[in-house]
């Protein structure tokens, strides 16, 4: 099973990021996706989710200006990130669920004030 996240970056507040995450050996239209952060000190945190039947949740903080999507003829897994606030910034992980867990290997995203 591997998940690779990739299109981390540096930006300042205000831009703009898509995340991706590809997967390979899991079935993954019934795996509930998910992307996580984790700033310096603190917890992952889930940022925000999608079922297998396209059902969305997302952490209050990014409501409004994240949105996760997913292409299960590819496998992936997409983050849109707009507007970027500096508390925005950590290691952004996918996690792909249906009963048993993996996680990706991270992407920094450092938004700059």
């Known amino acids: 099973v591997q998940l690779q996240a990739c299109g981390g970056g540096s930006v300042q507040a205000g831009g703009s990021l898509r995340l991706s995450c590809e997967t390979t050996?899991?079935?993954?239209?019934?795996?509930?996706m998910g992307w996580y952060r984790q700033a310096p000190g603190d917890e992952r945190e889930m940022v925000a989710q999608?079922?297998?039947?396209?059902?969305?949740d997302y952490a209050e903080a990014v409501k409004g200006r994240f949105i996760i999507s997913r292409n299960n003829a590819k496998s992936a897994v997409y983050l849109q990130m707009n507007n970027l606030k500096p508390e925005d910034t950590g290691v952004y992980y996918c996690?792909?669920?249906?009963?048993?867990?993996?996680w990706g290997q991270g992407t920094l995203v450092t938004v700059s004030s």
């Open positions: 996690r792909a669920d249906r009963g048993r867990s993996y």
């Open positions: 050996g899991i079935l993954f239209s019934a795996n509930i």
């Open positions: 999608i079922t297998s039947g396209y059902s969305t």
